[in-house]
């Protein structure tokens, strides 16, 4: 009995193997470049850290039904799904901090979740008071 969701598939699946694991080396160096900056800037900034187990979970791999093959492939898309939110939720802190303006409302755009609680995009008076409160100064 076959299990696979596509079982009519084999060929295409193993053909498009290597693409999905060259992105690990990738992924691993946006794992470690991601880490220190969060580490060093978020430091200076004076940003609470993210927490990284919140994000980053690998347990499907240890459930005893699945073949070696499909352990591997669960561990990799736990850390690599993973990783991206970990990755996009340390960019949207630090845009908070830098930024906080929304973007221009588009129908094709989807707007970022964590920009939920942004300055509206055109808001020149949100913008001059929130940079007054932060800089004590007027910008034009």
């Known amino acids: ?57 690998m347990d499907r791999q240890r459930l005893k039904y699945l073949p070696w093959y499909d352990k591997l492939n669960c561990a990799y898309c736990g850390y690599a799904n993973g990783l991206l939110s970990y990755a996009v939720a340390i960019a949207g802190a630090t845009e908070k901090y830098w930024c906080g303006i929304k973007h221009k409302p588009m129908k094709r755009f989807i707007e970022p979740a964590h920009q939920k609680d942004f300055m509206a995009y055109g808001d020149k008076k949100a913008f001059e008071k929130v940079c007054k409160l932060e800089n004590g100064v007027k910008r034009n």
Do not use: T
């Not at 290597?18 to 969060?38: N, Q, R, S």
């Open 1 to 57: 009995m076959e299990y696979k969701k596509y079982g009519d598939r084999r060929l295409r699946h193993w053909a498009s193997v290597p693409f999905i694991w060259m992105m690990m080396f990738p992924l691993v160096l946006l794992d470690i470049m991601m880490e220190i900056y969060h580490r060093v800037c978020f430091m200076l900034y004076g940003i609470p850290y993210i927490s990284r187990d919140k994000y980053i979970l």
